[in-house]
């Protein structure tokens, strides 16, 4: 009986370690990294993290890549300041041939202070929080240029079936205490209009994941 208990705890383990699962929908996606990554998939930059799952648009891929801070010869520049740059990429696998989807692509040029520009890992992730069997897949980065303890840009990109939801705002940056309450500056947020007009599941998690990765 011992035997067959520690046999289940191993298979649970695997299980847990193959599959990053949103917990929403019951959606599963396997972690890509450099060594799992599918040929045909094609990014600029360095590999960040990517997720793979099946739904009814069929097999998927998306990663996120960054270039880190460094110099891009092709952006104007006024200075010696640098530049970083974020990208996400959408596959689709038909017959092993990876083709591309929508692409998410921001950066920050020519910053001669202290850049930020990086995803927050825990927030990219899928969900099928309406039940129609196609994931929402989200994303969530911040960028800045500044040279004090002041909000970053943060934004929210969710898409679903193709269709883009952005929530924008700004993260929030402490201030200090007062009075034993903790101060912040920032963390102001607004909803594009196709989040506007969609379900309330998907404002409820964004909202939830803005929270959580707002600090």
């Known amino acids: 009986m011992r035997g067959k208990i520690f046999l289940i705890l191993i298979s649970a383990t695997i299980a847990l370690t193959t599959f990053n699962s949103s917990a929403q929908g ?38 996120t890549s960054d270039t880190g801070i460094h110099r891009n010869k092709n952006f104007a520049h006024e200075s010696d300041g640098k530049d970083a740059e974020l990208f996400a990429y959408h596959y689709i696998f038909k017959n092993n041939k990876a083709t591309p989807g929508w692409k998410i692509y921001d950066y920050i040029s020519d910053c001669p202070l202290d850049i930020t520009a990086s995803f927050a890992d825990a927030a990219f992730q899928i969900t099928d929080l ?86």
């Open 130 to 215: 309406n039940k129609d069997g196609i994931a929402e897949i989200w994303i969530l980065y911040k960028t800045a240029c500044s040279g004090d303890v002041s909000p970053a840009d943060m934004k929210l990109i969710m898409y679903e079936n193709g269709k883009k939801f952005a929530m924008r705002g700004t993260s929030k940056a402490f201030l200090g205490v007062e009075k034993g309450v903790k101060q912040y500056d920032g963390g102001e947020y607004t909803f594009d209009k196709a989040f506007t007009h969609a379900p309330d599941s998907f404002r409820v998690f964004a909202k939830k994941l803005w929270n959580a990765n707002a600090i």
């Open 26 to 63: 019951g959606m599963k996606a396997i972690t890509l990294n450099q060594k799992n990554l599918p040929a045909g998939i094609k990014y600029e930059g360095k590999l960040k993290k990517g997720l793979r799952w099946t739904d009814k648009n069929g097999d998927n891929v998306v990663i």
